[in-house]
């Protein structure tokens, strides 16, 4: 008897008339909801609640109905799609990748190995090939997908260990190995140097210019101190663009430093590898094309929904090096040296879902073209967004924007700016109305935006800045931090 009840809500699982009606359901609720955010018409871009009451809610979605879930979840997550969405670096992914994503799901390809996700697999280098064109690399680069940019620039610094220290993969030693990087770089490289053990040291950083860009004219100065300090330093990394700034290293003079001194040259261009699909602000990875491996995001500027990134190799032979492993059950040894296929051979993951097809849904829909456009928007979005706080008397802008990012704060508070200006975020957020993030620069709190959506206007940016006087007018509202 209980045998066959478990069959019958197995049977249950896979009903394709309820998946039907479900995903129906789904699809007809989203693009409502769509229409509605793009039109900002939403009370709330985040609806805030305290984590507790949220935590508290989600017993009853354990037992609703499968139809009513998806929108009962709905009604508790930020939503990226409205134009007062500019916080953390998330796009509003193009609708068709969700399609995309079912069908990823549904599927379950893994891109270990080639008879697992052949589809995947030939997506996959299709799209390597054309953007390695992008970064100017040439017929001899290589790369795959990563499930983020930490993955990706971890890659990245594992094959350039393996090519600067081919024994340590075996012998786990020298552990006095380091990389150099910008003060601004992301916390993800410090934890690469970690994970690869080479402890607190294992990251140089390099002072920045008042650009918030690595100050390559102590790139010498800096890996003498190093190198007396008992490091061997094997790789240069340049940020492009930096987190809180969007601020774009010299990747020229970087990468003609790694080569004169025979160092790695890696580009975390997690956020700002897009760029280069922009052919007029394309210019601003002058360089690049002289890395020899690049992590890149597709989630943060390229429409895609997270985690959507790569990693690219300049000789895609480097990467082959990087993981120097049998598994009997999945890689036979007698095959082929460098089977492109099979990408468990090369990739830190063992089964990977069909990232491609998010990216590659995006290129058969709307067009390679729709890169260029959505990056070159965002960023004279920004530059406008500039503009409109610059002409406030009462807003400060940090630096002008190279990229998406723009920081900026209100100046017309008395007392401390940093701590005003947290305050005034820490209600912004709990009011819901937009979400702006915050950052530090120099030691004090910084409003800090990303433009990633858009539908964003320069009525919005004024609107922001409007909502922000009235939060500061009535200190009643503004929570203590
Ligand atoms: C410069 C930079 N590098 C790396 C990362 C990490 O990328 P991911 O979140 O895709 O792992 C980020 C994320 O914000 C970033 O801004």
Known sequence: MQQEKNVNSLNEVYDADAFRDAGHRLVDFLADQLDSMKAGTNKQTLPWADPSDVLSEVDGWASSERGDLFEQVFRRCIRLHDPRYMGHQLMPPAPVTALAGMLTDFMNNGMGVFEMGPAGSAMERWLIERIAEKFGFGSDAGGFMTHGGTLANLTGLLAARARQCPDAWQSGEPS??????????????????????WGEGGVIQVPCNDRFRMDVLLLEESLAKATAAGKKVIAVCGTA??????????????????????????????????????????HLLDGIELADSIGMDFHKMLLAPSVTSAVLFKNGKDAYRTFAQDADYLLRSDENEDPWHDMARRTFECTKTMLSLKVFSIVAAHGWQVFDENVTHLIELASSFADIVEDSDDFELAIRPQANMLCFRFTDVDGDLSQANARIRTTLVEVGEFYIVQTSLNGETWLRTTITNPMSTSQHFRLLLDHIRELAADPTSIRQT
């Open 176 to 197: 006095n190995l380091a990389v150099m990087v910008s003060s601004q770089a992301h916390y993800c490289m410090d934890r690469a140097a970690r994970v690869m053990g």
């Open 241 to 282: 663009c930096t987190t809180s700034t969007g601020s774009i290293d010299d990747l020229r003079a970087i990468g003609q430093f790694c080569q004169r001194q025979k160092l790695w040259f890696h580009v975390d261009g997690a956020h700002g590898g897009a760029v280069a699909f922009s052919e007029k602000y394309g």
